[in-house]
């Protein structure tokens, strides 16, 4: 679906597809979400289908919908942050944050945190992942997908895709799993044995 070459085009479907999962609706506007949301047609079927069930959808509803999904308010059947999986207590801020705070101070990546949020975030991994991408750093890439993001992003956008109401975010979760495994294989990332503990 994605893979090519063409570093320029992997680097700005990361950008896009991880702001989907990390900026709230209201914040399109100022990150240029809404530019993306108004193009007619990428060539990328799963990507186009995403944009358009979300641009189809109420703006209220979809901050409904980014609220109960990506933000911890009320129980999370599918909460976005690393740590919860691969933590025995499952909780934030686990000793996979730390390790991946650590990995984005040695590759000097600054996260200015909002509301103390954790660093693993889905969406923020993957921004990262274009970041690093801009500055030809693929190796980080590989470590970051193998170490970090692999280990428990499949069980997480399964768990997003049974939680999500049909349209907007259930498509990018979809799009969001055809992503990163498309982006191991152009990566030769492999995935870093360990144990899910939530809602394994």
Not at 82 to 95: A, C, N, Q, R, T
Not at 107 to 130: C, R, Y
Not at 174 to 192: M, N, P, S, W
């Amino acid at each position: 679906m994605f893979i090519c070459n063409d570093m320029e085009n992997i680097k700005v479907l990361s950008r896009i597809i991880g702001g989907l999962f990390y900026y709230h609706p209201s914040q399109y506007e100022t990150v240029g979400i809404n530019a993306v949301l108004a193009l007619d047609n990428s060539g990328h079927s799963l990507f186009d289908n995403t944009i358009t069930a979300i641009s189809a959808t109420d703006p209220h509803t979809l901050s409904v919908w980014h609220d109960q999904l990506f933000t911890g308010i009320g129980e999370m059947a599918a909460p976005p942050w690393g740590s919860v999986y691969l933590d025995k207590e499952s909780v934030v801020f686990g000793d996979s944050t730390i390790a991946f705070r650590d990995f984005l101070q040695q590759n000097g990546i600054e996260f200015e945190a909002k509301h103390n949020e954790p660093e693993d975030q889905f969406g923020l991994m993957v921004m990262v992942i274009a970041s690093l991408i801009e500055e030809q750093r693929f190796e980080a890439v590989t470590e970051l997908l193998s170490d970090h993001l692999l280990p428990w992003s499949g069980h997480y956008l399964a768990l997003l895709q049974q939680a999500a109401p049909v349209g907007a975010y259930r498509n990018l979760a979809e799009l969001g799993q055809h992503f990163i495994i498309e982006l191991a294989q152009l990566f030769d990332a492999v995935k870093t044995p360990t144990k899910i503990y939530f809602n394994a």
